[in-house]
DNA sequence: TATGAATGAGGCTTCATTCAT
DNA sequence: AATGAATGAAGCCTCATTCAT
C-alpha cells in the first residue's frame, strides 16, 4: 500500500566528481561573470541557471548558496555594473591646456568608460529586459543625463572661450552622440571597431570642430 | 518577483463566442502587429504565442492557420519591418538650396524613417536576438552604412561648398550620430521625446555648425 | 557562436498514444476525485501532479488547462467536499415520534454524511494542511459548532421531556462525541469499522441513555 | 500563494559565530523537540531539515552527527513519543470512592496525557504519516484499545454497583469518547480550549450520568 | 561535534505545438 | 480558418545529504 514513500528522499548515488569549494567571496564574482556572458547573449528569459552554475564552476543547486533566484543574479550583475564615471582626475584645467587636450581627456574617459565590454553587455540587457528592471534603466538615465551636462559642458563653457550660444551649449547631449553612435554599433553587431576604426579621433575631431568654429 | 511579468495566473472559463473568421491577407497583418508588440516587450523566447494570439484577436491554435512556428513569426516580422530609406525623392538640390533647407530635408527624412516607432522596436529586436537573426542584423548594420555615406555626404560634398577635409567628410558616420543617439535613447527608455524635446532641430543646427565652419 | 537557440522551442517527437478530449465538465470531477486520493494519501506536499494526473487520465501539463496550480486544486478539492448536513428533511417530529426514533434519524444523518469516505479523507487533509488553508478549516469548525447545538439540541429539548439540566443540554457538544470518535478512528486507522462495529448503535444507546435518564 | 507557508527566501550573509558545542546527551533531546515541532506543523514530506536543525540550536550539517537521515529523526522522536498511561498509582479504590471521586481521576489522568502538547503533536504525525509508519499507528491503536477496556471499565465494573447491561459496558469505547473529541479538537483546530472551555468537567458529568443512571 | 558550500534528484510550472472538433 | 484541451520537453527551484574544513 505505502507506495512511494521514499520517493523524495532517496539516497543519493554519489557520482560526478565533486568541485572545489570557494567563499562567497570567491564564488559569487565567478557566479555574476558566468551571469553576464549568458544574460547578455540569451537575455533574462533565455540565460539557463544550468549554463550560469557550469560558467561559475558549480552545480544548479549551489547557485542558491549565494543568490534566492535567477531574478537575484540578474539584479545584483547589474548592480556590480552599473557604474559612474569618475570625473575626480581631471587635469590640470586651470593651466593652460588646449582645447584639443581637454577634449581629449574627455573622450579618452567616455569612451574608455562607456565603450568597454561590460558596459556594451549592460547596456544589451538593460535594453532587452527593460521592463523587468525599470529602476535600473532609470539609474542609467541618470547617468547619461549627467554625463551630458554637468562636468562636460560646465568645464568647456567656464575654460574656453567658446561663444554661449555654440550649438554645443545649447543641445549639450550633442555631445555624447558620438560614444552613443559608437555604443549602439558595439551593443548590436558585437563589432569592437564600432562605426569607424577610431571613433575616438573622430569624436575629438567634431568636438575641435564645433568648439574652435567661429559662428 | 514575478516569474512572469504580465502573468495570467488563470485558466479561462468557457466564455466568448467563437471570434471572427478573417482571410489570411486580414489577419497576418494584425498577427505581425501583435507579435512586433511581444516580441519587442519580452524578446522572442519571453514572448508567448498566447499573447501573440490574443492580440491578433484569435485563439494560440489558430496562429499556425497562418504562421508554422514562432520562428516564422519573427522571420516574417523582420522581414515586413525592414525597410529601407527611399530617397528618391529628393528634391531639387540642383536648384540652389540653402546648406539648412537641404540638411533640413535630410534630417527629416531620416528622423522620420528610422525614430519611427516600428523602427525603435525592430532595433529593441535586432538587439535582444541578434544572434537568432544574424543576417537581418547584418542587413542592417548595411542600411546605416549606406545611410551615412552614400547619399549624403555625396550630396553634402557635391552640392556644397564645404571644404574636402570638413570632419564630416572624413568621417561621415558622425553626420547619423545625433540620429543614432535619440533612436538608443528610445529604444532604452521608451521616452518619445528622446534626449532632447527637439532633437531634430539640434541636428539640424550641429550638422549646419559643421557644414559652415570654417576651419 | 549561436549555441542552443531552439533548446526551448525544440520540435516535438510525438510518441505517447494520445488521450482521450474531454470538456472542463467532465474532466474536472475526474481530477478531483484524483488529487482527493493523493492528497488524503500523502498529504499536499507529497501528492505529486504527475500523479493527480495520470489518475486523471491525462499528463502533467494537461492539469494546468484546468487548474492554475497544485494550490487551486487543493482548494477546489476543500470546496467540493466540504458540505453541510441537510437537515431540510427531518422528519415527522410533532408527531409523537419516540426518542428512540428520533435519535436514531439524527445518528444516521451525522454518520452516514460525516463518516463517508470522502469526509474522513477530508479530515485528514484539514489536519495535515491546516496551516495551508485556515479558512477551510475554520469552515469546518462553524460547521462542527452547527451541528451540536443549532439542530439537535433545539429539536431534543423542545420535543422531548428531558428536564432542563440534562447534561446533553449543558454540554451539548457531547451529543457528537461518539461520532467523532469513530471519526478519528477512521481517519488514523484507515479502519471502516470504527472502535467498533456499530458505532451507530452505540451511539444511539448513549444517547437515549442520557435521554431517558432520570436524574 | 506561496509555495512554502513560512518561505525563507533569503540567503544568509556570512553571519554568527559558531554555534556552542553540546554532547549528544544535551543536543538529542532539542533536535527532537524541534523535530515534534516542525513535523508536526508541515509533516514529513514538508519539515525540512534546515528548520529542525535551526529550531536545536545548530546547522544544517549538524544534524547529521546525531542522526543519520530525516527518517532516523521521524522514529526516534515517535519512540521517545509515544507512551502509556501509568495506571499505577491507581488511588484507594478499595475504600469508600465515591463514583464522582472515582470517574474525576480517571478522567484527570487521561485528560493530562492524552490531551497534552505533545500527544497532539504525536496524533497529528499519526495522521498525515500512517502510511510511513504503520507499526507506530497499530501502537498507538493498541493503546486505545487497552485505555478503553483494561483498566477502566474493569475498575468500574467490580467496584462500582452499575448494572451489567449499562451502555458503558456493552460498548465500553464510548468512556473515551469526550476524551477523543477534544482531542480531534486540539489536533485540527490547534485550539486548547477544545469544544468545551471546561472539556474535563463535562467527561465527568457524562460518566457519572451513564453510571449513576437507574435504566 | 559543527559548519555551510555543494550536489543532484525530483517536483512544480510554462509553453510551443498538435489535433479532434 | 478557428478553438482549446492535451502533450511533453525544459526550466526554475527545493532540499536531503555529503564532505572539506
Known sequence: MPQRLNAKNKVQTRSA?????????????????????????HGFTGARMEDIAHGAGLSKGGLYAHFSSKEAIFKALLDRTLHQIDWQAMPQLATGASTQDMVEWIVDKLHEVVLSPPSVALVRLLISERERVPKRVNAWREELLRLRGQELIKIIGQNLRCKADNVLVRHSWLLLSPMVHALLWRVVF??????????????????????????
Request: proline residues 12%; hydrophobic residues 35%; negative net charge.
Open 17 to 41: 566528481a565533486p568541485r572545489i569549494r570557494l567563499t562567497p567571496e570567491e564564488r559569487v564574482p565567478k557566479i555574476l561573470d558566468a551571469a553576464l556572458k549568458e544574460f547578455s547573449q
Open 190 to 215: 558585437d563589432d569592437p571597431s564600432g562605426p569607424d576604426p577610431d571613433c575616438r579621433q573622430a569624436h575629438v575631431e567634431l568636438l575641435c570642430a564645433l568648439l574652435d568654429a567661429r559662428e
